[in-house]
C-alpha cells in the first residue's frame, strides 16, 4: 500500500512540470553540433587513397576508382556504404586527407528491407543538408562553398 502512494506521489508531482517532448515528425529534432549522423560524399574532392575502407572496423565501405587519363592521380567510380553494419563511428572521416567524406546530422535510415541500407555513390553526394558546420570550414578558417 505504502508502494502505491509513493507511485502516486511521484505522478502527481511530474504532472505540473513542463513537458519535454517533442513533436518528431512534424518538426525536427535540434541536434547538438558534434552529432554524427549520415556522411556526405564530394566525389570531385575523393582522391581514391582507400584510407576510408582500410580504417572502417566493421568493412561497410567498398570503393573504386581507375587511373586519370590526362591528369596525375585517381578518378572515383564506385562508393558503396553499408549502412546495416555501419555504426557511424567517423573514423572515414578522421582519415580522409581531402575531406571527401564529411558527417551531417540526418539520422533517418529506417527501411522495411536490408537492400534499401546499402548506398551508393549518388546517394552519398545528395545527402548533403545537414552538413556539420566544422565541415563547413577549411583548414584555413575560411567557409566552404
Not at 554524427?36 to 560524399?41: A, D, E, K, P
Request: aromatic residues 6%; proline residues 6%.
Amino acid at each position: 500500500m505504502m508502494g502505491l502512494i509513493k507511485g502516486m506521489g511521484v505522478t502527481l508531482k511530474t504532472m505540473t512540470k513542463k513537458k519535454v517532448t517533442h513533436k518528431y515528425p512534424d518538426e525536427p529534432i535540434p541536434m547538438p553540433d558534434r552529432f554524427r549522423g549520415i556522411q556526405h560524399l564530394d566525389p570531385d574532392q575523393c582522391i581514391v587513397c582507400n584510407q576510408c575502407a582500410r580504417v572502417c572496423p566493421t568493412d561497410c565501405i567498398s570503393l573504386t576508382g581507375h587511373k586519370h587519363p590526362e591528369k596525375r592521380g585517381k578518378v572515383l567510380d564506385t562508393f558503396d556504404i553499408n549502412f546495416e553494419i555501419c555504426i557511424l563511428c567517423d573514423l572515414c572521416t578522421e582519415v580522409c586527407p581531402t575531406e571527401a567524406i564529411v558527417m551531417t546530422h540526418q539520422f533517418e535510415l529506417a527501411s522495411y528491407s536490408r537492400d534499401d541500407l546499402y548506398k551508393n555513390l549518388e546517394w552519398l553526394h545528395q545527402n548533403n543538408s545537414g552538413i556539420r558546420s566544422e565541415n563547413n570550414v577549411n583548414a584555413r578558417g575560411v567557409k566552404k562553398k
